[in-house]
Nanobody, 126 residues
Framework: QVQLVESGGGLAQPGGSLRLSCAAS????????MGWFRQAPGKEREFVAA????????KYADSVKGRFTISRDNAKNTVYLQMHSLKPEDTAVYYC???????????????????WGQGTQVTVSS
């Protein structure tokens, strides 16, 4: 089991930036892959980005490609989501998730992840 705590959400203007952090504990951080998802009101949880245990491979949803960057610092047990050029449609609760079993490389569905954080709200509005 892994405990995950997100932070860094808040209000941003269109075109602005935010950086989300997700601190992990409970299992050696460098042994599992990580992902970010988001969920807007009335919508299903959707994939945003994922990164392998080493940081050597990443994957992004088409909607955020070129604007968001996922990274990790294994020494700090933390994964990040740097978000630039934010749009109102990026408004959602953002969740980090741990892929402990690594049965699938960088899964893009929630079922591919084992443990989740509580989420952090991101609101993009002028």
């Amino acid at each position: 089991q892994v405990q995950l705590v997100e932070s860094g959400g808040g209000l941003a203007q269109p075109g602005g930036s935010l950086r989300l952090s997700c601190a992990a504990s409970g299992r050696t951080f460098s042994s599992y892959d990580m992902g970010w998802f988001r969920q807007a009101p009335g919508k299903e949880r959707e994939f945003v980005a994922a990164i392998t245990w080493s940081g050597g491979s990443t994957k992004y949803a088409d909607s955020v490609k070129g604007r968001f960057t996922i990274s990790r610092d294994n020494a700090k047990n933390t994964v990040y989501l740097q978000m630039h050029s934010l749009k109102p449609e990026d408004t959602a609760v953002y969740y980090c998730a741990a892929n402990l079993g690594r049965r699938v490389l960088l899964p893009t569905t929630p079922g591919g992840y084992d443990d989740w954080g509580q989420g952090t709200q991101v609101t993009v509005s002028s």
